[in-house]
């Protein structure tokens, strides 16, 4: 589906660093920040995420907060649609649909603003990476509850081992750059 060179994905995977240990132990965090740092990687990540869906019909990029924000906004530039931050509750100052979803210990909760889609919209929801898949299916409900279509999913960095696309819809489309088994 990835069309994109992959001498520039070899280089977009080195430049993940992987941090163990990292919020708590057991975690093997991938933090992309590295790629933020280099203009040459940082629009090779743009451009890769954006070219699974440059015909998809996308009327807008749903990012979830906060390191949705990192790519999500250049995605939405490079695709030339608009951009929706979907956050954490009692962020967004105005009128908000709501969506709790359940975490390892407990629940959480995410906001978007109510004229952030509309009927019509075919939504691409966008994070950085897709762990157990909990927070992007959740990010789904939102959208579909709001009324508007889902033209799919976007990461950067898939982490094969939790399997999270098995919690997205089985007919969606996913877009993921970098997939890691470890
Ligand atoms: P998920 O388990 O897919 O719901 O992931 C929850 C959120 O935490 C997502 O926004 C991910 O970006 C982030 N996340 C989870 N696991 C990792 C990880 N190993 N490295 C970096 N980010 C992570």
Same mark, same amino acid.
């Given at each position: 589906?990835? %069309?994109?060179?992959?001498?520039?994905?070899?280089?977009?995977?080195? /430049?993940?660093?992987?941090?163990?240990?990292?919020?708590?132990?057991?975690? /093997?965090?991938?933090?992309?920040?590295?790629?933020?740092?280099?203009?040459v990687l940082?629009r090779q990540?743009v451009e890769?995420? $954006?070219?699974?869906?440059?015909?998809? @019909?996308?009327?807008?990029?749903?990012?979830?907060? $906060?390191?949705?924000?990192?790519?999500?906004?250049?995605?939405?530039?490079?695709?030339?649609?608009?951009?929706?931050?979907?956050?954490?509750?009692?962020?967004?100052?105005?009128?908000? *649909?709501?969506?709790? *979803?359940?975490?390892? *210990?407990?629940?959480?909760?995410?906001?978007?603003?109510? =004229?952030?889609?509309?009927?019509?919209?075919?939504?691409?929801?966008?994070? =950085?990476?897709? /762990?157990?898949?909990?927070?992007?299916?959740?990010?789904?409900?939102?959208?579909?509850? /709001?009324?508007?279509?889902?033209?799919?999913?976007?990461?950067?960095?898939?982490?094969? *081992?939790? %399997?999270?696309?098995?919690?997205? $819809? %089985?007919?969606?489309?996913? @877009?993921?750059?970098?997939?890691?088994?470890?």
């Amino acid at each position: 589906m990835n %069309s994109f060179p992959e001498a520039s994905v070899q280089s977009l995977h080195d /430049a993940v660093r992987t941090v163990q240990d990292f919020p708590q132990p057991g975690i /093997a965090f991938k933090d992309v920040t590295p790629i933020l740092l280099d203009p040459v990687l940082f629009r090779q990540a743009v451009e890769a995420l $954006a070219e699974p869906f440059r015909n998809a @019909g996308v009327t807008r990029i749903a990012g979830i907060e $906060a390191r949705g924000f990192l790519f999500g906004l250049s995605l939405a530039r490079e695709l030339d649609v608009g951009f929706v931050p979907i956050r954490k509750q009692g962020k967004l100052p105005w009128r908000t *649909y709501r969506m709790e *979803y359940d975490l390892e *210990y407990g629940t959480d909760c995410m906001e978007m603003h109510m =004229d952030a889609v509309v009927e019509g919209d075919c939504i691409l929801i966008h994070d =950085d990476v897709i /762990a157990t898949g909990g927070t992007a299916a959740a990010a789904a409900k939102l959208i579909q509850e /709001a009324g508007a279509e889902l033209a799919g999913f976007s990461f950067l960095v898939e982490l094969n *081992y939790l %399997s999270g696309r098995k919690r997205l $819809a %089985s007919d969606a489309l996913i @877009g993921s750059v970098l997939r890691f088994d470890e």
